[in-house]
């Protein structure tokens, strides 16, 4: 700073010429070197010569200063003009100004302090007494020495009644934080060098309040105070005029009783700015104050009970760590607290676990014997953790242990690892951790060679399976960028690497062939090897080859039974089909020619009984087998037709009849005794082929739409269709035995409600009009009571257990299935206030299904959504207040009341992304909130609304609402009117206090706990 440097120098010229040393004491003569300063902005590179200029000059005009002082004081005084009156702002205030500059300020200050210290001290202690919130004024014939606790005292009353917002907590707390922390270093740097820091009054009067203050039982003094006194050291450690023994002795008794208590203080946020403020100093290693032992505040820091101190920690220790001197301190403490740092790896905090991870295989490389095998094998399963982030460092810190080796070691290594450790649906979590942090992913050549060539060791059957699955997904993700399901990142976008397809082209065109007949006999490997077609430019290849890979998908589709396999096939079969046509027609004909003499057959045996006489045992045996094996030879060439049908229009075959006929004889003869009924499976394909049925069906409507007489005849058939299909799946959602089926045609009834909704009526055909179908409200109960039993009966930890991973996926296919109807209009938004209701309780299982139907509804109508958004608060209050029999003292006490309240914070973010966009429906949630509670409004004028708590829940909302819109909630809440009768009790009416405050505060502030008091 100019004006500290300058005064430096004045003071050190001062010091060597002959001045009058009786003016040299004069705080007159050093304000003239202020004003001086200001006014001429003399900089550091000033001669010597020039200075002298300057300060003679300076001493001649103090001198007819005084000379005028003289005079005035023998004038009469004269009043204040009026354009002189009015209040004067506070420091505080001045500080807090944007238009005001902290070093000119400062400046200001020590010019005051040269002419009345007195006042200029009570001008700083009433700044750290305003800040902290309190209205208190020290009187100004205050004198010295100081009773701070005192003054403490007396401005502990003088808080607001709601006292639990002052400006630390404040939204705004981090401008509040660098304007009053920035003005307390400037004022500290600029008083440097200046008489006043010799005078021992300075130093003392402000640093013994402010730790006074820091040990305050109320909370907002220590907080506010703490945060000044850390700043304060901060500076100090950069001040070079005091003499250095007595700056040491100062720092370190504001050390002990500011850092060294505050650090373990009860309040979040004290703890924070202390860990923060200590990296600072400890990053000035071995300039600062501090041992380099003190890094272990840090390291027991990693187990404090707030996220932000947590992270604020391992910040500091990373950025510590690189630091060549603290580094072996890093490492031993490290060695000797890493327990912390693993237990943040496995918790559930991600981001922090990723931190926690960088720094543990940072300390890795630089000694290997830092963690034992079975820390690193822990630390390399979070490869197949769910969030991307701290996987991929788990990814980095395996890559780290096997540096060294080469790319068939590690391919190696990396199989063995996820044989022991893994399960087979993380391979693709293991893929994805692996991309982007290692080129080993990408290595395809040295894949296909490991899987066609004779190893040595040999590969097991297992590793064999495992490294097709890799280089599967390699293949997939370098190709589409996707990332696979349920693996959570902060970046969606998708990220294909170029040249990709031409590469994956090059290496697996020519070998695909031999990878399929090598590895036929596994269905998996199967399954995996059939997706690569997919995946290539088949263009590309030879006519032999493509000619030659087809025969081997038809083998493939006729000889395998599995579903998975199948489906496969017939997706890469239209990628096939674009290269070579001729043969897809034939395994379509064959495909169903082989369903239906299967259907037929079957149809033969249908209605007979197991019931045989006990002569004809022999022929009983015969007949049962020949049952099972028409019924298994109808589900093989059912799973054909199924997979083809989704991949093909089928429509031609005239399946449609058949398969419904079936389904309603199902139904209708699910009473009849000893009857010989389809299996489980049977029915599921039937209810697929149907589904399948009625969307190409309507899909080729939608495309004739034109070709009148064509659309009438299959709009018929296709209505007809239609409400036989209702007919089933009705039936088989309320069959529950079972979950699985009920679950496929909730899905295919969901889809189908969608299809046919009123996008139909847009058409300029009356036929396609017609088909139109609006589900009524018995199937929307039925829809939803199916819903709510099956997800929503559960715990939400019993659910995302890693054993219930099958359930989990069929749950959330179930929510997106409804989600789907919510989003497309089909189902009014306010109905979806009955899973909105869990959007908190179930977040982790499907609180991303939820959000994504929720910016649907707010799209379609935000004003509609802004009352499904309270119904869905109002479900669980009502349930709430049943529990505790509408005693609203109780129910604000609960666990239940504080779940409820985060829930009303989780929704309130879904409104953030466009407030203005949804200004209406948050009006609208407020507005019908104080309604509900004003419906409440008893007979008795001395008692509050029986539902007056609820504007506690509906606070949460109040960020939301736009500046120019709390006028106008603010007079429609003053229909619920407060009684001054003194039979009240007012601690009832702190719903209504606190949701006022919130309303009448700019910027509002996040609920704290308790005073300290």
Partial sequence: MKICHFLLKVWQLCRTVTLQIGLLASRDFFLVLFQKNISRKMSDSTSDMEMRDFVEEAMEENRLLQCDEDFNENADDQPMEPEQKGEEKSLLQLVLDKSNNHDDLACLWVNEYMLDSTAALISFIQLVVEASGS??????????????????????????????????????????????????????????????????????????FVMTCSESKVRPFRHTSTMIGLKMLTTLQDLSTLNSGLLQSLWTSMYQVIFVDRCMDVVDDIRLLCLTELGLWLEKYPDCYLQPDRVRYLFEGLQDSSSKVRECCLHNISKLSRNEVLRPVCLNLGKELKRFLLNICVQRENELGESALNILSDFYSSSSEFLTEEECRLLEQLMFAANRGLAQAAALFSNERRKGRTNCQNLRSILQFFNEDGQYEHTAYLVDALFGTSELIVDWRLMVEMLLEEQSPKLSRKESSTLIEILSRGVKQAITGEIPPGRYTKNLVRRPIAGSIKLATEILGPVLSKLIEKYCADSENVKNLLELPQ???????????????????????????????????????????????????????????????????????????????????????????????????????????????????????????????????????????????????????????????????????????????????????????????????????????????????????????????????LSANANIRDLTYKPTLEDIKLVENFMMSYIFHDSPLEIVKECNFDELQNKRRVLSSYCKLVAFSVVPSMRASIIFQHYDKFFDAFGDIMRAAMERAVDINCVNYGMTVLHSLLLVYKRIMANYLDDSERVAHSDEFTHLISLAKRLAQTFNPNLVENRRGVLTLHRAGIMYVLESVPCDPTAAPKHLIFLRVIQEFVPQILVQDKPNIQKFLERIEEPSLPSCRKEVWLPLEGYRFALNTKVIARKTDSMDF
């Avoid at 014939?141 to 502990?156: E, G, H, K, Q």
């Avoid at 054909?640 to 093909?648: E, K, R, T, W």
Wanted: aromatic share 12%.
């Fill in 135 to 208: 209205h208190y004024l020290i009187p100004k014939d205050t004198n010295m020495p100081f009773a701070y606790r005192d003054i403490v005292i007396a401005a502990t009353v003088q808080f607001r009644n709601v006292s639990m917002y002052y400006p630390m907590i404040m939204k705004t707390a981090a401008s509040f934080v660098k304007n009053v922390g920035g003005f307390v270093q400037s004022l500290l740097k600029t008083a440097d060098g200046t008489p006043i820091f010799f005078d021992h009054i300075f130093l003392k009067e402000v640093t013994g």
């Fill in 535 to 761: 995946l290539l430019d088949l263009q590309s290849l030879s006519k032999s080859q493509s000619v030659q890979l087809l025969e081997q998908i038809k083998d493939i589709m006729f000889t395998r039974t599995d579903n998975s396999v199948l489906r496969m096939g017939a997706r890469t079969l239209v990628y096939v089909n674009l290269v070579e046509a001729s043969i897809i027609s034939e395994i379509l004909n064959n495909a169903v020619t082989n369903y239906k003499i299967a259907f037929r057959t079957w149809q033969e045996s249908y209605g007979t009984t197991n019931y045989c006489s006990p002569g004809s045992s022999s022929s009983s045996s015969s007949s049962t087998k020949s049952q099972k094996m028409r019924k298994n030879r109808l589900l093989v060439t059912l799973r054909l037709v199924s997979a083809l049908y989704g991949q093909f229009d089928l429509s031609g075959y005239h399946l449609t009849e058949s398969v419904l006929a079936s389904l309603k004889r199902v139904v209708r003869e699910r009473d009849r005794p000893q009857r010989d009924d389809l299996p489980f499976e049977a029915r599921a394909l039937y209810m697929e082929v149907c589904y399948f049925s009625l969307s190409w069906d309507l899909k080729r409507v939608r495309k004739h739409e034109e070709d009148d007489l064509y659309v009438v005849e299959l709009c018929a058939a296709l209505k007809k269709h239609f409400e036989d299909f209702l007919f089933v799946t009705r039936d088989l959602i309320k069959d529950k035995r079972n979950i699985y089926l009920a679950s496929d045609t909730y899905t295919y009834l969901c889809d189908l409600f969608v299809l046919f909704g009123e996008q139909l009526r």
